[in-house]
Nanobody, 121 residues
């Protein structure tokens, strides 16, 4: 089992910045990918950025060049630095961890509770 707790959301003006954090605990050794997703009202949850254990990253086209995903493995924490925010970035942001369990040879997804990001003047 993996537990995830997000923090860092809030209200910010257009053009501003926020940094989200996601602290992982439990069976963190089993995590192979960590990612940020977001869900705006009336829309499906979408991938924002992902980071693999090998250090590979990928971003949604809408956030490329503005958002940066990073991990501090010593602290078991995932970050999302968000710059040049605009109202379209308003959503609940969720931390995701995908882990591999050798006993079942399966992958499992874990989610945080979400943190609200609102971009408004």
């Amino acid at each position: 089992q993996v537990q995830l707790v997000e923090s860092g959301g809030g209200l910010v003006q257009p053009g501003g910045s926020l940094r989200l954090s996601c602290a992982a605990s439990g069976s963190t050794f089993s995590i192979v990918v960590m990612a940020w997703y977001r869900q705006a009202p009336g829309r499906q949850r979408e991938l924002v950025a992902a980071n693999t254990n090998a250090g590979n990253t990928n971003y949604a086209d809408s956030v490329k060049g503005r958002f940066t995903i990073s991990r501090d493995n010593a602290k078991n924490t995932l970050y999302l630095q968000m710059n040049s925010l605009n109202p379209e970035d308003t959503a609940v942001y969720y931390c995701n961890a995908r882990s591999f369990r050798a006993t079942t040879n399966r992958m499992y997804d874990y989610w945080g509770q979400g943190t609200q990001v609102t971009v408004s003047s």
